[in-house]
Nanobody
Framework: QVQLVESGGGLVQPGGSLRLTCAAS????????MGWYRQAPGKERELVAV?????????NYADSVKGRFTISRDNAKNTVYLQMNSLKPDDTAVYSC?????????WGQGTQVTVSS
């Protein structure tokens, strides 16, 4: 069974940085894509960033995070990262890791990110 475990969330001041980690229980090469989604209270879940699992690992970002967030992967560790810089209060949400294999998709349990002074 595929498991995705996120870590790295927390409380940070505006302008600060956090790095989220998603560790998969199986080889990340098994997935077509891995990515991060977020859901703020009262809002729909939205895609934050996605990366393909095969080299060279193409990426895609939500417009709202371009230039501030960077998604990367370490296939040797079956791990995907989301480096978040210049955080804003609007980035406050539960961030969830997602992995897709063809029509199947898997989710982590989510990690809370709160940006507040």
């Amino acid at each position: 069974q595929v498991q995705l475990v996120e870590s790295g969330g927390g409380l940070v001041q505006p302008g600060g940085s956090l790095r989220l980690t998603c560790a998969a229980s199986v080889s990340s090469f098994s997935f077509n894509t891995m990515g991060w989604y977020r859901q703020a209270p009262g809002k729909e879940r939205e895609l934050v960033a996605v990366i393909t699992s095969r080299s060279p690992g193409s990426t895609n970002y939500a417009d709202s995070v371009k230039g501030r967030f960077t998604i990367s992967r370490d296939n040797a560790k079956n791990t995907v990262y989301l480096q978040m810089n210049s955080l804003k209060p609007d980035d406050t949400a539960v961030y969830s890791c997602n992995a897709r294999i063809s029509v199947l998709e898997y989710w982590g349990q989510g990690t809370q990110v709160t940006v507040s002074s």
